[in-house]
């Protein structure tokens, strides 16, 4: 059994863009959905589909590369909030990545969205991880 769900989908798109593999299959739950739905929006993966395959699916991700240099558009994915430390973080102490270059995925009431989003609404969350 996975003790953190988020951090295992962290690392098998990790490890997919070290291998250099365009799709990269993660079963999913709600969470992970809308953490997809967010690298997606932000420009980070190239397509994402769910799968509603057995009791609890698969999201196929196909990762996101630079035509010409065959760089990854994710450089790192890194997990801020862990289950036995959990961080959260208040409208005002809202954590900016590499100044605004990266996003950080924070869950708050009002669903999944990027540190931006979060500030805009004046909400604050749990920040569940950087990526840039």
């Not at 059994?1 to 951090?7: E, F, K, L, Y």
């Not at 250099?20 to 969470?31: H, K, T, Y």
């Amino acid at each position: 059994m996975n003790t953190d769900p988020i951090a295992d989908y962290l690392t098998r798109v990790r490890n997919a863009i070290k291998a250099n593999q365009r799709v990269v299959e993660i079963p999913a739950s709600n969470l992970k959905k809308e953490i997809t739905k967010v690298l997606f929006d932000k420009g980070y993966i190239a397509n994402y589909k769910f799968e509603d395959n057995g009791p609890q699916g698969n999201i196929k991700v196909a990762l996101k590369y630079h035509p010409v240099t065959k760089v990854s558009a994710i450089r790192t994915l890194t997990r801020v909030s862990k289950p036995g430390l959990r961080k959260y973080a208040g409208m005002d102490t809202m954590p900016r990545v590499l100044n605004g270059l990266g996003i950080a995925i924070v869950s708050t009431s009002k669903g999944v969205m990027t540190d931006k989003e979060a500030r805009q609404q004046n909400i604050g969350g749990e920040v569940l991880c950087f990526v840039y």
